[in-house]
Nanobody
Framework: QVQLVESGGGLVQPGGSLRLSCAAS????????IGWFRQAPGKEREGVSSINPRDGSTYYADAVKGRFTISRDNAKNTVYLQMNSLRAEDRAVYYC??????????????????WGQGTQVTVPT
């Protein structure tokens, strides 16, 4: 059974950092694309960053380029999202998801099959 569990969210002051983790079970991260998405109140879920180990490709939304970094630890079957220089507009529920079929590092949520439950990131204004 494919399962994704996010952790690492919380309250952080503007300019601070958080590292989100996405622990996978029931499959091996070596083969499938993993994406991080976020959803702020009243807004659609949007792609933040993704990685596809099959071709080494990565994707970052313009809003997070230079501040967020996606990485994998194959031994722990875990994907991370390091978030630095956090801003109030980064406040959202962050989800990780995996795609069993897409090529590349897609930012499109419709291409992802399995989702975690989400973790809240709060950055006060």
């Amino acid at each position: 059974q494919v399962q994704l569990v996010e952790s690492g969210g919380g309250l952080v002051q503007p300019g601070g950092s958080l590292r989100l983790s996405c622990a996978a079970s029931g499959f091996t991260l070596d083969y499938y694309a993993i994406g991080w998405f976020r959803q702020a109140p009243g807004k659609e879920r949007e792609g933040v960053s993704s990685i596809n180990p099959r071709d080494g490709s990565t994707y970052y939304a313009d809003a997070v380029k230079g501040r967020f970094t996606i990485s994998r630890d194959n031994a722990k079957n875990t994907v991370y999202l390091q978030m630095n220089s956090l801003r109030a507009e980064d406040r959202a529920v962050y989800y990780c998801a995996t795609s069993t079929w897409t090529s590349g590092a897609s930012p499109n949520r419709w291409q992802y099959d399995y989702w975690g439950q989400g973790t809240q990131v709060t950055v006060p204004t």
